[in-house]
């Protein structure tokens, strides 16, 4: 029987592809430092530079995944954090507790009582996926353009990034992912695979420290 996997959303969107991992994706270029975004820059610029400043985010999510080998999409809910430049977490909440935790790149995984902790590098599915929320989050335009065809649409009021992998191996398992927002808030993020699976997940807001 087809075993489950797990779609991580960014980023944590954190998600997954095959392709082979190189130390860039554990270890990703820092993005530039906060600064004023420079007068008439594009609106990819100025979403990113918006998206850069912002160095920590709390938030709801909930979450619908479309599995070829499931009759009925699987829905979660829970939250995610991130801290700048690196560190993700999604904590999933219903229908069951889990964990998964990028930091230092390590990525760790628990639930229930078992908890396992991989080096990035070693676990190529999710090196794509986790880049793409990752870059996007610290407003690391190099980053996302190093590994994907990044295609913008709308304003700084309102947009969305299309992410195309550049390599060819990596495109064989991953079509594209899709990130809309406005200004500096990530609204949703979704990831079609070239399998027929995809992922949809809708973020809300911030949870109350």
């Known amino acids: 029987m087809k075993r489950r ?21 554990a270890n990703p270029p820092p993005a530039a430092a906060p600064g ?8 990819l610029d100025e979403v990113l530079h918006l998206l850069g400043q912002r160095r920590h985010s709390h938030v709801t999510f909930t979450e619908v995944q479309q599995l070829a080998m499931l009759d009925q999409p699987l829905h979660s809910s829970g939250e995610l954090l991130y801290d700048a430049p690196d560190r993700l977490e999604k904590r999933t909440l219903k229908p069951k ?18 908890r396992r902790v991989v080096p990035l590098a070693e676990y190529p599915q999710a090196l794509p996926f986790i880049e793409s929320i990752r870059a996007t989050l610290a407003g690391d335009r190099a980053a996302l353009e190093q590994y994907f065809t990044v295609q913008f649409s709308g304003s700084v009021g309102g947009w969305t990034l299309e992410l195309v992998p550049r390599n060819a ?10 990130i809309e927002g406005e200004r500096d808030d990530v609204r949703t993020v979704q990831i079609l695979q070239s399998d027929g699976d995809a992922s949809f997940l809708t973020i809300g807001p911030e949870v109350s420290p």
Do not use: K, M
């Open 5 to 25: 996997r797990i779609v991580v959303p960014v980023a944590l969107a954190f998600a997954l592809a095959l392709t082979p991992c190189s130390a860039s994706f």
């Open 36 to 43: 004023a975004a420079p007068p008439g820059a594009a609106p």
């Open 97 to 114: 507790p889990e964990e998964l935790l990028l930091e230092h790149g390590l990525l760790t995984a628990q639930r229930g009582q078992h």
């Open 169 to 178: 191996a990596l495109a064989r398992t991953v079509q594209l992912v899709r």
